[in-house]
């Protein structure tokens, strides 16, 4: 076997094993989602089977998978993901998502970061500059690189002595973010830590949009808030989020009103108090975007019992 074969097939080798050896250190610590751990920003998931799509409203944060494949939908861009892949959402973004790959043998297997972004600009402000870019997208998926997923490892390893999370787990989430920042995913993450980047720009935008998703959307206002004109905050908006600010808004109001109508709100209520302004309107896109009508969906949520969510 040429040197070069043999060497590739070692590095296969290392990187399984420690997707694998991940892996049990994850199920040591729990069978389920846990989207809240003794280590701070951290959360750590096992799913034994797949699951339906579900949406919901992703925080900025970095995910990778050990085992297992994830599927994602945000905006018009399908991302799919397995193990040691690395995905990273640094807006606050509408998905739809589901797990497509997992078995009761061979589980889906993640481990998430929530992103802080005073941590990430203080390391950033360490770092050499890199040159300005283009519009930029607020999430994406790359591969994880061995130095990468051994920064995850030993992050990871604090699950094992809690005693010892006050003291390191600040340090070994500034060397995963420093991992990440010299990783594909580096222009995305200066984008996100930079106060003045066209994403925190962005940012500013939908923060305005969350509070306010209820009223009539002014693109004019959106882009004095992002400090843009509206030709650039079009661009910008749709280049981060893989939609546009009226379907971000909308998709907003919609997750809104399903979760008025599981507190016995009935179908017309809920889209009134969204926004809608008309109730077969609201209905259409309810259905389009949940896969069922409103009342039908409501009664499906109202007897089964909802998890706290997924990663």
Known sequence: MPLATAARKDDVTAMQDLLDRMCRRIARHTDGMRLETPLPHVGIGVARQHSAPATTLYEPMVCVVLQGTKQVLIGNRMLRYGAGSCFIASLELPATGCVIEAARDEPYVVASLALDRDVLTSLLADLPPAPAAGPASGFGVAPAPAEQLEAWDRLLALLDTPDDIPFLAPSRERELLYRLLQGAHGPLLRQAGRADSRVSQVRRAISWIR???EQTLRTETLAE?????????????KAATAMSPLQYQKTLRLQAARRLLTTNTDA?????????ES????????ARLF???PARDAERLRSASQAGGTI
């Open 268 to 276: 017309a209520r809920a889209a009134y108090a969204v926004g809608y």
């Open 211 to 213: 509070r306010n998703f």
């Open 279 to 286: 109730a077969s309107q609201f209905s259409r896109e309810y």
């Open 225 to 237: 808030i992002a400090g843009m004109s509206v030709p650039s905050f079009h661009r910008h908006f």
């Open 291 to 293: 896969g069922t009508p």
